[in-house]
């Protein structure tokens, strides 16, 4: 292993002495049942396994790039062969059969006897002396003397490298084998005890499958072993004496993602990043940089697990990689970036294409002097409608092109008209309303006074469509133990009016006019409700809630005022009241009713928040003195977040490849189309793709996605995002187009789903597989791994520890099914920072907090001493 990647050696999957006829394992790496490379497994000593001095002795050439290939045996008719073994003879067919079925011996003829007749010459020039002070007439190089028993060390053994691909024992790293040879020792003193192995009798075989190798083989002694493992099955394949010590990984040399994540701050870091170059591979998400757009969307919308898309089919399967993309729609642009430009055709509309319906973008290519336009995802030729016409130059682009966004820019808006509405007619504004457990134990912790006291910060920093425009958000206020209380809060009353339901088996809203309001208008009303709700439970002992009913009651309230909206619910306690939606505690019962009961149940109340694109907060054992600052900072970002209601995305892509999965907070009803009741800044959908046709390089891969939605302000908008991605016939550019922190994302979103309905330990396995088939075939092509993949393997590793793919006893059901629904919404950037969190030294962090100290790697090595603790705390820092 170095420092510039994994050098991977020429694997080898023949089967070994005493390991049975199992047939080979393809693509496991760190399984297990395959833990750790045999010993005697060596490192190269050189450039593709020279010998010392730069000459290899005679022998078969080492093995030559078409071995490392994919469709080697398998183009040939051979089943496939993940690692091949050694080449034949050149021009020769091979001597031994390929991987027979499991019924079947695979093992080969033996040896000839003029190979055995050689084995002494072949030995003197590998430098093996022989032990028990003597050696056979006539062999070992001219001056060597055979060392009495017990003089001198055995020479030490080269570090062992752990292969992807099935973990068995390589052939001897000898000049036979052309790759590994590791310097040899001059001649001199035996190793105390040495001895060889037996040569095979009749009818007896090779181990390993190896194919006869037409070496110089010389006479064997009776009784003698050779001195490395896995040589003949003639016997305990070992050196005598101690067993040498066992090899660990070192530390240093696996590759460091902060070295990684440094590496590119360092060289883009604060840059420009222009997208007007197709199939461009953006800055790391932990890279700070300035995106100007040029056609391509920003990858803050966009990311894709590689930024090359192979050809064809078979290229994508052979890879192993997940063609996806990570869309986050209505990401935060930062203030020295420039926002979303919006387009308003009036009551014509966008202009689009017939056949696929794309929007127009800049992959359209108008023709015939500008009267009509090349559908760039299908190809269809269309008319240009006549308010949309404009003369070309030259080169045949428009004259307008820099003035409309539509036609230069990745990202732009589009104003909908009547046809993209409900019952063609324009929504309202969307209300907020917020729903408080009042029941004793969030009284007597006092988080219900909290909360009050907060809404009146609040509601200050409604969202708004226009920085120096009022919000249009309405707001309304209900609570809730056993039964609800909705509350009139009109302008024009005195004091707040509560109403009861108590019929949680059909709820009902008792009132419209007064319980969705303007905040400006009802101000003080409101004001004077958050003062008097905690004092008007504070003597409540009442401990069972409902939980169904609240969010029946929500959407009824919603319903009648004809508008799209949000409920936030602050909810503390398993629903045990007689209601629609009651749950029972599926842990401990012994704990119902006592102080140590906090379950809650998040698999089941969870799920209304993942099928709506709304945010689970989920606050362990809440204290307040501890939780209070996390939980209003919560609340902030929540109610002041940039968020869309009512939402349709559909991703198209151009001809030769689909979109086939969607994982997020999502729900389809069809193929195509994904349906949010509401989305925001926070929340990201991952789309797979598949091929169904070749793919061309010229035109490479285009990808548009559309989201329908209602703004804050309750207009109806079009939001385009478009992205081109490169193509190519080559694996090595596949690789070398790939992103780390997108693939992650994938892996956890499409692991994460299939949990509830397979078997963890399956889908464990089929990330090391897949994981392992990746980095093996990458490696293969170049003999070391593209930089874009050296950190894969860690991440990976800590995707596998996620408590959501572990089934340890300890871990509460509520903290996977939370983290479960918190990874599903993840865009690449939170995805990023959840699976590889930062590691800061606390005392330069007390001490510098002007500036980020550096982080440090998520290792044992780096866990401080609990004395380091002790410093003082810093209370403002610049960064989260």
């Given at each position: ?11 080898y999957?023949?089967?070994q002495?005493?390991?049975g006829?199992?047939p ?10 395959h ?18 001095g730069g000459?290899?002795?005679p ?16 183009a040939?008719?051979h089943?496939?062969q ?5 080449p034949?003879?050149?021009?020769a067919?091979p ?15 033996p ?38 028993s017990?003089?001198g060390?055995p020479?030490?053994?080269q570090?062992?490298?752990l ?9 001897p ?17 035996a190793?105390?005890n ?8 009749p ?11 037409q070496?110089?083989?010389?006479p ?18 070992q ?5 040498p010590?066992?090899r660990k ?12 994540i440094e590496n ?14 197709r ?6 998400v ?21 930024y ?5 089919a ?10 996806a993309?990570?869309?986050?729609p209505f ?7 420039t926002p ?11 202009v ?22 090349q ?5 269809c ?8 016409f404009?003369?070309?130059d ?13 036609l230069?820019?990745g990202?732009y808006e ?10 063609n ?19 007597k912790?006092?988080?219900?006074r909290l ?12 969202p708004?469509?226009?920085p ?31 109403m009861?339901?108590?019929?949680v088996?059909e709820?009902f ?6 319980f ?14 958050l003062?008097?709700?905690p004092?008007m439970f504070?003597?409540s ?5 409902v939980?169904?009913?609240?969010i ?25 009241a007689?209601?629609p939606?009651k ?13 140590k ?8 109340l ?7 694109g ?6 362990n ?7 209070s ?13 940039k968020i869309?209601?009512d ?34 800044c926070?929340?990201?959908?991952t ?7 070749k ?19 309750g ?8 992205l081109a991605?490169?193509c190519s016939?080559q694996?090595a ?6 992103e780390t ?6 892996f956890?979103k499409?692991?994460?789903?299939a ?41 990976m ?5 996620s ?11 509520d ?7 918190l990874?599903m919404?993840?865009?690449v ?10 590691l800061?030294?606390?005392p330069?962090l007390?001490h ?6 550096a ?26």
């Open positions: 292993m170095s420092q510039q990647g994994y050098v991977a050696t020429p694997p999957s023949q089967a002495s005493g390991m006829l199992t080979p394992l393809y693509g496991h790496y760190g399984d297990p049942s833990a750790g490379a045999p010993p005697g497994a060596m490192k190269p000593a050189g450039p593709m396994g020279a010998a010392p000459v290899l002795p022998g078969p050439p080492p093995p030559g790039p078409h071995q490392f290939g994919q469709n080697g045996a398998h040939q008719g089943p496939p993940r690692f091949p073994g050694p034949p003879a050149s021009g067919p001597s031994y059969a390929p991987y027979p079925p499991a019924t079947q011996s695979s093992y080969p003829s040896l000839p006897p003029a190979s055995v007749s050689q084995l002494g010459r072949q030995l003197d020039t590998m430098h093996i002396s022989y032990g028990s002070g003597m050696a056979p007439p006539g062999q070992g190089p001219p001056g060597s003397q055979s060392a009495p017990g003089q060390p020479p030490p053994l570090p062992s490298i292969q992807p691909g099935s973990q068995v024992l390589p052939p790293p000898t000049t036979l084998n052309g790759l590994g040879a590791p310097p040899m020792p001059p001649p001199g003193p190793p105390p040495a001895q060889l192995q037996p040569p095979p009798l009818g007896q075989t090779l181990g390993s499958g190896y194919p006869p190798q070496g110089n083989y010389g064997q002694m009776p009784g003698a072993q050779l001195a490395y493992p896995g040589g003949f099955p003639g016997g305990p394949a050196m005598a004496g101690p067993p010590p066992q990984l070192d530390p240093d040399a696996v590759p460091s993602p902060i070295q990684v590119d701050r360092a060289t883009r870091g604060g840059q420009v990043y222009a997208t007007s170059t199939g461009q591979v953006p800055p790391l932990t890279t700070d940089c300035v995106v100007q757009d040029q056609g391509n969307a920003s990858p803050r919308y966009i990311r894709c697990t590689t090359c898309f192979p050809c064809t078979d290229m994508a399967k052979q890879a192993q990689i997940p063609l993309a990570v869309i986050t990401a935060t642009v930062p203030s020295n970036e979303l430009y919006l387009v308003n055709h009036g009551e014509a509309g966008p689009r294409c017939n056949r696929c319906k794309a929007y127009m973008c800049p992959f359209m290519q108008f023709i015939e002097g500008g009267r009509r336009f559908c760039g995802f299908c190809s030729v269309n008319e240009v409608p006549p308010f949309y404009q003369h070309l030259h080169v045949g682009r428009r004259l307008d092109h820099g003035e409309r966004p539509e230069s820019l990202s589009y104003v909908a008209t009547l046809d993209y509405c409900r019952k007619k324009p929504p309202n504004p969307p209300a907020f309303i917020f729903m408080i457990d009042v029941s004793y134990s969030n009284i912790s006092g988080l219900v909360i009050c006291e907060e809404l009146k910060t609040v509601l200050e920093r409604l708004r469509e226009e120096e425009l009022p919000s249009a958000v309405r707001v309304g206020f209900v609570t809730y133990n056993k039964v609800l209380h909705f509350f009139n809060v009109k302008s024009n009353l005195a004091q707040p009016q509560m009861v339901v108590t019929d088996g709820v809203v008792p009132l419209l006019d007064g969705l309001v303007n905040y400006q208008e009802s101000q003080s009303v409101i004001h004077n409700l003062d008097q709700i004092e504070a003597d002992n009442e401990n069972e809630t939980f169904a009913p609240v029946q009651a929500g959407m009824e309230a919603l319903k009648a005022a004809d508008c799209p909206g949000k409920l936030l619910i602050f909810h503390s306690s398993l629903p045990t007689e209601a939606g749950l029972r505690n599926r842990d401990d019962k012994k704990l119902i009713n006592t102080d009961e906090k379950y809650v149940d998040v698999a089941s969870g799920l209304v928040p993942q099928l709506t709304g945010t689970l907060y989920k606050y054992n809440f204290q307040m003195h501890l939780d600052p996390q939980f209003l900072s919560d609340l902030r970002n929540d109610v002041e977040k869309g209601f939402a349709i995305m559909r991703v198209r892509t151009s001809t030769g490849f689909r979109a086939t999965d969607f994982f997020g907070g999502i729900v389809m009803n069809n193929t195509t189309d994904v349906e949010m009741a509401a989305i925001d926070d929340k990201a959908v789309v797979e793709f598949r091929h169904d046709d793919l061309s390089e010229d035109s490479g891969a285009l990808i548009q996605c559309a989201v329908l939605y209602t703004t804050i302000g207009q109806r908008r079009l939001r385009i995002h478009n991605l490169s016939a694996l550019d596949l690789y070398k187009s790939c922190d997108a693939l992650i994302n994938f956890a499409s692991a994460f789903k949990v509830l309905h397979q078997p963890l330990k399956l889908i464990r396995e089929i990330l090391v597989n897949q994981t392992s088939h990746m980095l093996a075939s990458a490696s293969l092509l170049q003999l070391i791994l593209p930089d874009s993949m050296k950190v894969l393997p860690v991440y590793n800590s995707l596998l520890k408590c959501v793919l572990l089934s340890r006893p300890d871990i509460p059901t903290e996977r099914a939370f983290q479960r629904q990874v919404t993840m865009g950037a939170d995805s990023q920072l959840f699976f590889y969190p930062q800061l030294p606390i330069r007390a510098q907090c002007s500036q980020r100290p982080r440090l790697e998520i290792s044992y090595r780096f866990f401080p001493s609990p004395r380091v603790l002790e410093v003082n705390y810093c209370q403002q820092l610049p960064f989260r």
